[in-house]
């Protein structure tokens, strides 16, 4: 790999750009150690995920922005993003990345609220007399 590979990723809220670089194994997010940016172990495997997929660990050092939504959107993006550019990298990639199902982009979005409900759905108690 020559040069570094800038791809983005979204889920829900969250938007993530990953510069892939050829490395040790080190992944920073948002200039924090990734452990120390997530803190429960799930969410870092889930980051980890497209690179134990595709038996890459440890070869590239990945340095992400990530910007909006919450820890779980954030996580989704991530990967996202760190899916494509190793697609980006290596295109014999594409199958099994589609086969652990990470280079798609999950479409749910939070419903909006409507006017004459306290939520997206959920209604004020109806009195029938």
Do not use: H, W
Request: net charge positive.
């Amino acid at each position: 790999m020559t040069a570094k590979k800038i791809t983005v990723g979204r889920r829900k809220t969250a938007s993530a750009r990953c510069f892939l670089t050829s490395g040790s194994g080190k992944i920073s997010v948002n200039k924090k150690d990734a452990k120390e940016y997530f803190k429960t172990p799930s969410q870092y495997d889930l980051i980890l995920k497209p690179f134990k997929a595709t038996d890459t660990l440890g070869k590239f050092d990945a340095r992400i922005n990530v910007r909006g939504g919450g820890f779980s959107g954030q996580v989704g993006a991530i990967q996202l993003a760190i899916s494509r550019a190793l697609l980006r990298e290596n295109e014999e990639l594409r199958s099994l990345l589609k086969k652990f199902d990470l280079l798609t982009r999950d479409p749910r979005m939070v419903e909006r609220k409507k006017y004459g409900q306290p939520k997206a759905r959920k209604r004020f108690q109806f009195s029938k007399r």
